[in-house]
T-cell receptor, first 113, second 112 residues
Framework: GAGVSQSPRYKVAKRGQDVALRCDPISGHVSLFWYQQALGQGPEFLTYFQNEAQLDKSGLPSDRFFAERPEGSVSTLKIQRTQQEDSAVYLC???????????FGPGTRLLVL | GNSVTQMEGPVTLSEEAFLTINCTYTATGYPSLFWYVQYPGEGLQLLLKATKADDKGSNKGFEATYRKETTSFHLEKGSVQVSYSAVYFCALSAISGSRLTFGEGTQLTVNP
């Protein structure tokens, strides 16, 4: 079956521009996670949804970052007034209710100039 | 807080060599432990996992044993191939199904 998909795969933004990153999880998966991966580093947790409820957003680095999952399926991560330090790969992962395995998408590579 | 420490890379091996990538963790309670692999241009793929002490996770000839006494989860492979060249990440989940905490990753290059 289809895995987790993300779009766009690459995004170049000018500093101060707003961006929106999309994640399509595996069909039926309840849990959805966003991670940020800086170059040469491991992924860092940003936020977590169970269905449409955002249960943990403690990893969002600032109030410029906002995530939503209004119908409990597709999720969007929005970054307002992008800064150069926002340049990273943004990974989305989804998981079933009782399983611990998270299945990752290919990521969106964001470059802020 | 929870943390994961991996051996520094990059690691360069010849084909058929034995692979060990060290991983130690800090966590309260009894976390679940994972190894993920990331091939160039691709997302993270689960390689193996272990959910309780003394469990051995295994997949495609890779193995790792959950050692609570040494808080370790070292990855081993008996004979590597060029196709195993990738970045390997050790990770933990403090509560079942919850957020993952990753190590910094170890770049493995296998030469023919």
């Amino acid at each position: 079956g289809a895995g987790v998909s993300q779009s766009p795969r690459y995004k170049v933004a000018k500093r101060g521009q707003d961006v929106a990153l999309r994640c399509d999880p595996i069909s039926g998966h309840v849990s959805l996670f966003w991670y940020q991966q800086a170059l040469g580093q491991g992924p860092e947790f940003l936020t977590y949804f169970q269905n449409e409820a955002q249960l943990d957003k403690s990893g969002l680095p600032s109030d410029r970052f906002f995530a939503e999952r209004p119908e409990g399926s597709v999720s969007t991560l929005k970054i307002q007034r992008t800064q150069q330090e926002d340049s990273a790969v943004y990974l989305c992962a989804s998981g079933g209710r009782v399983q611990e395995t998270q299945y990752f998408g290919p990521g969106t590579r964001l470059l802020v100039l | 807080g929870n943390s994961v420490t991996q051996m520094e890379g990059p690691v360069t091996l010849s084909e058929e060599a034995f692979l060990t990538i060290n991983c130690t963790y800090t966590a309260t309670g009894y976390p679940s432990l994972f190894w993920y692999v990331q091939y160039p241009g691709e997302g993270l793929q689960l390689l193996l996992k272990a959910t309780k002490a003394d469990d051995k996770g295994s997949n495609k000839g890779f193995e790792a044993t959950y050692r609570k006494e040494t808080t370790s989860f070292h990855l081993e492979k008996g004979s590597v191939q060029v196709s195993y060249s990738a970045v390997y990440f050790c990770a933990l989940s403090a509560i079942s199904g919850s957020r993952l905490t990753f190590g910094e990753g170890t770049q493995l290059t296998v030469n023919p």
